[in-house]
């Protein structure tokens, strides 16, 4: 049987769509058909020459897996495709031919608890990953961090602090001599000794009473802090005192760490989430290195008792700090669940805890 009689009694259409001629983006319109088990691609333009584009048997043909909603291509062996957005039709015609198989992928789209499963185990899966995996890698980071990185961090967050926020302390030189003085006893006993922290003084500006820990062991204090705490000076070494203490446990750089490894998880688990979205993963991982977690802000305090009992300063100056940040700050809040940090009532009472605590451990006898 010729091809033309064949054509006379015309099949039933499987599909509309377009065919691309070989080696061309050309799109010309087009109807698939099966005849005799040949595939068919009939143009629907006018004129008989343009009827018959192309033909060729099911085994030299090649049909992409459906995926959503993309249209299917049927690739013939003489590298033309025919390109559909039917794919209900295409599936009916291979499910005749017994290939019902759809891919893996469109299972998943149109059987929703499939789907729905897919997504919980993805969720424990990151969760997993979360709680156990990253803590450790954090740590394994930290552990084989050289030196120059922390120097590097530190050099970059200062001039940018410096540029945008910071402007030269107003303190007068013998205010800040004797800051400094006190700061050096306090670092003393600190590990690494003095020389492993240097304190800087600056104006605050909109940061206003501060004082941060950097991760090589640059201290910066603001005016701001200074005028806060007024007379009362070994409240401004209990301060420094607490961040060297952030230091001391490299809280920052473990924060950093943390901040970069849930970025590369939701990367990982998001794909290609967009530059927009990776900015402020980035942007928002150094904004959560300069905080910290409630357990390293506990340590942090109870550092600060330890470092002011080894200069023979008051160890509860930093609890009458947390009260002058109730008085004149208005900073009552208490913890909760939901909360980052925790609140000035409770940690001024776990640093008096913990003051008596070492004096009960000090009037013991030895042996």
Do not use: C
Request: charged share 25%; glycine share 8%.
């Amino acid at each position: 049987m010729s091809m033309d009689s064949t054509l006379a009694s015309e099949p039933e259409t499987i599909a509309t769509g377009v065919w691309h001629p070989p080696h061309s983006s050309r799109e010309v319109p087009a109807r698939l058909l099966d005849v005799g088990g040949s595939l068919i691609v009939v143009s629907n333009e006018d004129g008989e020459e343009n009827r018959r584009l192309v033909w060729g048997v099911r085994s030299d043909i090649e049909i992409s897996q459906r995926v959503g909603s993309v249209p299917r291509r049927i690739a013939f062996g003489n590298e033309s495709v025919f390109e559909t957005r039917d794919n209900d039709a295409i599936d009916t015609y291979l499910r005749s031919r017994g290939e019902g198989r759809s891919g893996v992928i469109h299972n998943l789209e149109i059987v929703r608890p499939r789907l729905i499963g897919f997504i919980l185990a993805v969720l424990v899966l990151a969760s997993v990953i979360y709680r156990y995996a990253l803590p450790a890698l954090v740590e394994v980071a930290v552990l084989v961090t050289p030196p120059v990185v922390p120097e590097m961090m530190s050099a970059g967050t200062m001039k940018t602090l410096d540029q945008v926020t910071f402007s030269s302390s107003k303190l007068s030189a013998a205010e800040q001599t004797e800051i400094r003085d006190d700061f050096a006893r306090i670092a003393s006993n600190a590990q690494g000794g003095a020389n492993r922290y240097h304190l800087n003084f600056r104006d605050g500006g909109l940061i206003g009473a501060n004082a941060f820990a950097l991760p090589d062991g640059n201290l910066v204090l603001t005016d701001q802090l200074v005028e806060l705490a007024g007379s009362d000076k070994e409240m401004i070494n209990a301060v420094l005192g607490h961040e060297i203490g952030h230091v001391e446990y490299k809280h920052s750089l473990r924060q950093l760490y943390t901040a970069a490894g849930v970025a590369g998880l939701v990367l990982l688990i998001a794909g290609d989430v967009g530059s927009g979205v990776q900015d402020i993963l980035t942007q928002g991982g150094g904004l959560l290195a300069l905080s910290y977690s409630r357990q390293a802000e506990a340590q942090a305090d109870r550092r600060s008792v330890e470092l002011m009992r080894a200069a023979g300063k008051d160890p509860m100056a930093l609890s009458r700090f947390f009260d002058l940040l109730e008085m004149k700050l208005n900073d009552h809040d208490k913890t909760s669940m939901l909360s980052t940090h925790p609140g000035t009532p409770e940690r001024k009472q776990a640093i008096l805890d913990y003051v008596r605590e070492l004096e009960a451990k000090g009037r013991q006898p030895s042996g």
